[in-house]
Each structure stands twice: as C-alpha cells, then as structure tokens.
Nanobody
C-alpha cells in the first residue's frame, strides 16, 4: 500500500516561494505506471490539479500555474517536491500530494497540509 506524507511550512509570506515535499512509502516513485501529483484546494473551492511527475521523470503542469510551478524529485529519498513561486494570498489552500497507478486506476492521497499565504 502506497502512503504519502506532505511536509513543509504552514505559513508563507507574499512574493516568496512555497516549497512542499512529499515522502512516499510502500512503493518507489520510479515504479512503472505511477504518476505523482500535487493538488490543492483553496478554502470554499474545489480541487485544483497543479502538476505531476511520472515514474520516468517526465513532468506536466497545469497551464494556469505553469509559469510559477516546478516539480522535482529525489529518488534516493523517495520524495518529490513542489515549488510555487511569487505566492499571493490566493495561493492559500490545503495542498495534497497524490499518486496514480494507471495499471488499476487507483489513487492514493496524502492527508494534506494547510498552507497560508500572509504577511
């Protein structure tokens, strides 16, 4: 069973870069047919997919966030990381990391972490 855990600061100042790390257990981030996503949910709004890195290292970003988003990974630590630059209060949200296994169509979710952008 794949398990994911987000970590990072809960408070970020406007114009700074938000950085979150997702630590994966129960499976390798390089396992074929997996993709590893970042998803957020602003207060009172729906889920927003931000981007994902596939098992082979290829990356896709949401067009609306592409200019400010970067996803990377550390295979030695079995972690993947989100960087969101130039944040504003509108980036306040619960941020989730999630895994998708295309072999079975199964999603695995982290518990989510609240990030507030405020001075």
């Amino acid at each position: 069973q794949v398990q994911l855990q987000e970590s990072g600061p809960g408070l970020v100042k406007p114009s700074q870069t938000l950085s979150l790390t997702c630590t994966v257990s129960g499976g390798s981030i390089t396992t074929r047919s997996y993709s590893w996503s970042w998803i957020r949910q602003p207060p009172g709004k729906g889920l927003e997919w931000m981007g994902a890195q596939r098992w082979d290292g290829s990356i896709a970003y949401s067009p609306s966030l592409k200019s400010r988003t970067s996803i990377s990974r550390d295979t030695s630590k079995n972690q993947f990381t989100l960087h969101l630059s130039s944040v504003t209060p509108e980036d306040t949200a619960v941020y989730y990391c999630a895994a998708y296994y295309s072999g079975t169509g199964t999603y695995y979710w982290g518990q989510g972490t609240q990030v507030t952008v405020s001075s």
